[in-house]
């Protein structure tokens, strides 16, 4: 059964955060920073949900300006991921962009670039038969085609 829209996005931002850490920091310190999270009570697959806890995490291990560099560098791949604008300009929180970029990816059922099995309105098939569902699939509808015709 294929992920909801919500859970992929969980997941996105889980894998995101886990090649941040490795890339500004290295794997092991990644390794290290999941385990701190782990002894902590928040579970891997927790981090999505519990993400103000794991930036408290980070700010003890890294200092808060250090944590905000690292959630600033996973809220923009999470941003280039789901091929969305990076806005930074206004004075809101690194949360709220977030939230923001959640609630966008979710009310407009937008899928990550990494998910190959998100299903696109031009790949489905059709009910009436062999014709795709894309625009060539609206072709029967246009005035003078198909059972649409009218013969004056």
């Known amino acids: 059964m294929r992920k909801s829209l919500p859970e992929v996005f969980d997941d996105t ?3 995101l955060l ?6 500004m920091l290295g794997s092991s310190v990644r390794d290290e920073v ?3 999270l782990s002894t902590r009570g928040i579970a891997e ?14 700010a003890e291990t890294f200092g808060v300006v250090g944590a905000k ?3 600033y560098k996973v809220i923009s791949e999470l941003h280039q991921e789901y091929s969305q604008p990076v806005d930074f300009s206004f ?3 690194l949360r709220d962009k977030l939230l923001s970029l959640r609630e ?3 009310f407009n059922h937008i899928w990550p670039r ?18 795709k569902a894309g625009l060539g699939g609206l072709y029967r509808y246009k005035k003078g085609v198909g059972s649409n015709s009218n013969p004056d």
């Open 13 to 15: 931002l889980n894998s």
């Open 18 to 23: 886990g090649a941040t850490l490795a890339s």
């Open 34 to 36: 999941y385990s701190v």
């Open 45 to 58: 697959r927790e981090v999505p949900t519990r993400f103000d806890n794991v930036f408290d995490v980070l």
């Open 69 to 71: 560099v690292i959630i």
């Open 91 to 93: 004075q809101g929180t």
């Open 104 to 106: 966008r990816v979710v």
């Open 114 to 131: 990494h998910e190959q099995n998100a299903d696109s309105f031009l790949d489905k098939e059709s009910s009436h038969g062999t014709v």
